[in-house]
């Protein structure tokens, strides 16, 4: 099986062809996703909220994402892993920022790191890249400073605010970003991205002209339920599944249905009757 190149991504887009991202945090949902024919896994940040509960993005830690990013880097075997650099992990020194990409790779074994925009972060991107690590960009909104950016809403709906990403993301470019993220803008402020980078877009809420589409896979498979951003679309009802499956569990254990004879280990008559006696003595 053929493992997902960066090459091949940007080939992709010069043909045209559509890019699949979706996120994992722990092996079997990495392995599933990638089984799926999905071409980048992201070890994303919101791993913060959607497994480990917090709030917002903003707790996670480098030590958090390394553990979850190793776990899925055991269940991918095709698709090019990607680790998300969390809050702190890039705000740092130089060295720092290029020491928290290089754990991605060298510890956890992921191909890229993906880091979200803040102002003066080409710098940062270009400091990974050029210590030989392939870096994603992320534009529009940004989840890690959505608290002091104006909240979780769309980005760039005036042409000021949309001129200003576009910006962003050639300022990513040029400094040797492999893919962009454009989350929640204007379906044609996207459109504008795409046709301007020479790299691929791939767009979660930002509509249907990126190069690619990205979505949380616990928003995909519904098992994220406490809320539904309107950009997400559902293909399964996983919450539902899970919490029936465990509803006639309890049931079963207490009216004796489970375990059943199928799910219990025997033992020959005589070697028990030989125990009863050995225990008599
Ligand atoms: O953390 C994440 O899952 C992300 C995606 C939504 C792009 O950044």
Known sequence: MAKVTIAELLQRKQQG????????????????????????????????????????????????????????????????????????????????????????????????VKIEWKQGIEDVAKAIVDAGIPVMGHVGLTPQTAASSGGFRVQGKDAEAAARIIVQAVALEEVGCFAMVLECIPDLVAQEITQRLRIPTIGIGSGPFCDGQVLVTYDLIGLFERFKPKFVKRYADVASTIRQAASAYVSDVRSGEFPAKEQTFSMAPEEFTKLKQELGR
Do not use: W
């Open 17 to 112: 062809g559509k890019l699949t991202m979706l996120t994992a945090y722990d092996y079997p949902i990495a392995k599933l996703v990638d089984e799926s024919g999905v071409d980048i896994v992201l070890v994303g940040d919101s791993l913060g909220m959607v497994v480990l509960g917090y709030e917002t993005t903003a707790p996670v830690t480098m030590e958090e994402m390394i553990h979850h990013a190793k776990a899925a880097r055991r269940g991918v075997a095709r698709a090019l892993l990607v680790g998300d650099m969390p809050f702190l992990s890039f705000r740092g020194s130089l060295e720092e920022s290029i020491k928290n990409a290089s754990r991605f790779v060298q510890e956890a074994g992921c191909d890229a």
